[in-house]
């Protein structure tokens, strides 16, 4: 089917942005996937592949690729950013001489920009003065572009916007769900990723599956106070953008989060990691944010102080398992 005056513009082109291209590029939109490097823009229009990121599937033949931002959004109607947190604001503020007025966008990053400590949505909005919408959710994307039956949740702050993007981006084997709440859906996809370094410490350590449960539930109470006290909606926490994500970012062995706890709880040091890897963990940066953020808005957060002080302090992961477990005793549900 061809869906006409319907140009969308993907920005970044790591594993999922290159999925979510690939998705869209297969329902028949015209899709164009801007990449930061020109030589990989060059493999994918010549050889169909992204070598770098995802080198095991083949991109369909209607998907552009190009390193020229303004081509990339120029016609845009629709503009999709899954560009890392970090570099957001430099790329989106290179990109607004050429967005017209009339485009929509979405983001499907996950993280808080460090020093603002604002998310990706608010980022682009402050950039753009333009309402963002989100895509969020338990999907990783080697088992996306396998298609595999995957669910999501696409947050909206209009609902004809919303009804609209979710006809865009559903397929037979990706279902998406709208929901209101944009922060609650920004803030479950960020914080997910520093509990998942957390739990791949845990298995790192070889602490078994209490721990690991453990873990994944204080997190998502960590997560949610955290949520509340931004002013999101308490029962987002329990669907695809919160709960969700975190099962699947703590427990799958394709979640860079969780790999580079993993590695870390078997006493490999962190720049090591990350040297050994072209893909982004944004836990790593997003552990920062959200360690400020626990400060700024007085919310206890233990997971998250102690992935900050193993990240960034050089604490032993031990030591940090230990202090957690020796902790005041409190009410399961206090702070809420």
């Not at 015209?30 to 994918?44: F, G, N």
């Not at 890392?84 to 996950?110: G, N």
């Not at 922060?183 to 479950?188: P, Q």
């Not at 992935?307 to 032993?316: A, N, Q």
């Amino acid at each position: 089917m061809n869906y006409p005056n319907s140009y969308i513009s993907v920005i970044g082109a790591g594993s999922w942005g290159t999925t979510l291209a690939s998705l869209l590029a297969e329902k028949g939109y015209d899709v164009t996937l801007w990449t930061y490097e020109k030589e990989l823009a060059e493999h994918i229009n010549k050889q169909r592949i992204n070598n770098i990121y995802l080198p095991d599937v083949v991109i369909p033949e209607n998907l552009k690729a190009t390193h020229d931002i303004a081509e990339a959004v120029t016609n845009s109607r629709y503009i999709l950013n899954v560009v890392p947190t970090q570099y957001i604001r430099t790329i989106f503020t290179q990109a607004k001489p050429y967005i017209k007025d009339e485009s929509i966008i979405i983001s499907a990053s996950k993280g808080i920009e460090n020093n603002t400590l604002m998310t990706p949505s608010m980022v682009i909005k402050e950039i753009l003065n333009k309402p963002v919408s989100v895509i969020s959710g338990p999907s990783f994307a080697k088992e996306v572009m396998a298609k595999m039956p995957t669910a999501v949740t696409l947050a909206t702050e209009d609902k004809e916007t919303g009804l609209l993007l979710q006809e865009i981006f559903n397929t037979d084997y990706f279902r998406v769900y709208t929901h209101d709440d944009v922060m609650g859906a920004e803030i479950g996809g960020a914080l997910k990723n520093v509990i998942a370094i957390a739990s791949g410490i845990c298995d790192g350590l070889g602490l078994g599956y209490n721990s690991r449960a453990a873990l994944i539930t204080r997190g998502l109470s960590e997560i949610t106070r955290l949520g509340i006290s931004m002013n999101a909606k308490e029962i987002t926490f329990s669907g695809l953008s919160g709960l969700g994500d975190l099962v699947l970012t703590c427990t799958g062995p394709l979640s860079r989060n969780y790999s580079v706890g993993y590695k870390l709880g078997q006493g490999l040091k962190l720049s090591d990691i990350i040297s050994q890897t072209k893909s982004v963990a944004e836990g790593v940066t997003t552990t920062l944010s959200a360690y400020d953020l626990s400060k700024k808005y007085a919310i206890d957060m233990p997971i998250t102080e102690q992935v900050y002080l193993t990240l960034y302090k050089e604490k032993s992961p031990k030591e940090a398992v230990r202090d957690l477990m020796n902790r005041t005793l409190k009410s399961e549900f206090y702070g809420y």
